[in-house]
T-cell receptor, first 115, second 121 residues
Framework: AQSVTQPDIHITVSEGASLELRCNYSYGATPYLFWYVQSPGQGLQLLLKYFSGDTLVQGIKGFEAEFKRSQSSFNLRKPSVHWSDAAEYFCAVGPFSGGYNKLIFGAGTRLAVHP | DAMVIQNPRYQVTQFGKPVTLSCSQTLNHNVMYWYQQKSSQAPKLLFHYYDKDFNNEADTPDNFQSRRPNTSFCFLDIRSPGLGDAAMYLC????????????????????FGPGTRLTVT
């Protein structure tokens, strides 16, 4: 069955430190992969996406992610975290069955940033 | 800027009193979605419209209905809200997934509105 796992529910980092958020997926074919960020009380904003080509993708706000097929992973990284990065991060994979744009979301990782 | 708009941002309703949440989009996307997101959980898809074709998720309660009068607008109706329906409701849109002229991930990318926080008293 198709699924997305984000192993870390909460992560705390110091401002200026590097960040890696993990995402593992189970999918029968080559997936389309997405990372979304959600600030408190807000909707989801797309950070980056991958569907083919270079396995290292660049996104907005200085984020990047690397697709590793052998590990079924799509981890999100940022070299230097800012206090404004504190939010919840969701990994998503699709498309799901049915021919529509159904995405499967992970449970999310909540990021806290210490000054 | 093209966007997805949700009104109201905060809605308080009484137990059992019907409530309607609104979503509009200026992206001219074919597909519109409604998600329910409870605290510290992933968004859960309730249903989606492909143009006027309504697609309900198997586990969406009958209490939740939706209308899409035109391309731009989509409504979520909760006929008899219970305390367990208190949540953030997110509307999203996407392009036509069957448009082979678009690169894959672009077809499946979803654009979200800011959400409506529903409180049931």
């Amino acid at each position: 069955a198709q699924s997305v796992t984000q192993p870390d529910i909460h992560i705390t980092v110091s401002e200026g430190a590097s960040l890696e958020l993990r995402c593992n997926y189970s999918y029968g074919a080559t997936p389309y992969l997405f990372w979304y960020v959600q600030s408190p009380g807000q909707g989801l904003q797309l950070l980056l996406k991958y569907f083919s080509g270079d396995t290292l993708v660049q996104g907005i706000k200085g984020f990047e992610a690397e697709f590793k097929r052998s590990q079924s992973s799509f981890n999100l990284r940022k070299p230097s975290v800012h206090w404004s990065d504190a939010a919840e991060y969701f990994c998503a994979v699709g498309p799901f069955s049915g021919g529509y744009n159904k995405l499967i979301f992970g449970a999310g990782t909540r990021l806290a940033v210490h000054p | 800027d093209a966007m997805v708009i949700q009104n109201p941002r905060y809605q308080v309703t009484q137990f059992g009193k019907p409530v309607t949440l609104s979503c509009s989009q200026t992206l001219n996307h074919n597909v519109m979605y409604w998600y329910q997101q409870k605290s510290s959980q992933a968004p859960k898809l309730l249903f989606h419209y492909y143009d006027k074709d309504f697609n309900n998720e198997a586990d969406t309660p009958d209490n939740f209905q939706s209308r899409r009068p035109n391309t731009s607008f989509c409504f979520l109706d909760i006929r008899s809200p219970g305390l367990g329906d208190a949540a953030m409701y997110l509307c999203a849109t996407s392009r036509d997934p069957r448009d082979k002229g678009l690169a894959g991930a672009i077809r499946y990318e979803q654009y979200f509105g800011p959400g409506t926080r529903l409180t049931v008293t």
